[in-house]
């Protein structure tokens, strides 16, 4: 019988999954509960904003949605007091949206996004502003590797080519999430050309547990080749 976090695993890998907890690769602790990782793909309509809880209480953010409301409902619903680490799949609007507010009310350990002023970008201007005016630890995208409470983010490296593409979706940052034997792939609206070009050179993190469809699961943003399982 699929218990609830297999159904919800089987409805990410259809890319629909809209606004339910994910307890993943869960491990014993004293007194018979478990703690692990949870990942909040939350309801943004025609947008994305991810939040991930790790086993010791640290938070996680992967995109910021359309507009304030998420950072709102990020203090308001699940009580995120402070943000370890913040990235920011691509400067389209729909992803971009509520970073700022997100990087203003809380505090950053660090930000991983592009940070290139590529012509036709001036979205993220305000963005770059604030990282600079806080102080916030920010990189770009190059296939670095960041541990938040034994929780390994993966960031994969960017077609060193096609540094600021004419398409903004072909720049997005894709993630894996690491934990246990567990991962999951996040992927912003990466399209066809950046998921070949990183099936060519990195097969292997491409291959998950859990695929995060890609471009809100349109015709574009899912093939079989990405997400392996």
């Known amino acids: 019988q699929a218990t609830a976090c297999t159904v919800r695993k089987a409805l990410v890998r259809r890319g629909v999954l809209a606004a339910a907890w994910l307890a993943l690769g869960a491990a014993p602790i004293a007194g018979g509960q478990t703690q692990g990782v949870r990942v909040q793909v939350i309801d943004r309509g025609q947008a994305d904003g991810i939040l991930i809880r790790t086993p010791n209480g640290r938070w996680i953010v992967i995109d910021g949605g359309l507009d304030p409301q998420q950072a709102e409902s990020m203090a308001g619903l699940w009580n995120v007091d402070s943000i370890a680490l ?47 005016r806080r102080g916030i630890l920010a990189q770009g995208p190059g296939g670095d590797t960041v541990v938040v409470d034994g929780v390994r983010f993966v960031v ?23 934990f246990g034997a567990f991962s999951m792939l996040f992927t912003g609206d990466a399209e066809t050309a950046e ?34 399982r």
């Open 86 to 132: 913040a990235i920011l799949s691509h400067r389209h609007r729909d992803h971009l949206g509520g970073m700022d507010e997100i990087l203003e009310g809380f505090p950053i350990g660090r930000y991983i996004g592009h940070l290139r002023d590529c012509p036709g970008t001036a979205a993220d201007d305000a963005i770059r502003e604030i990282l600079a």
């Open 195 to 228: 998921r070949e070009w990183l099936m060519e050179h990195h097969p292997r993190l491409l291959d998950v547990t859990v695929l995060k469809a890609s471009h809100h699961g349109s015709r574009n943003g899912v093939d079989g080749d990405v997400g392996g």
């Open 156 to 178: 994969l490296p960017p077609d060193p080519d096609d540094i600021c593409p004419g398409e903004e979706n072909t720049n997005s940052v894709l993630v894996r999430m690491e």
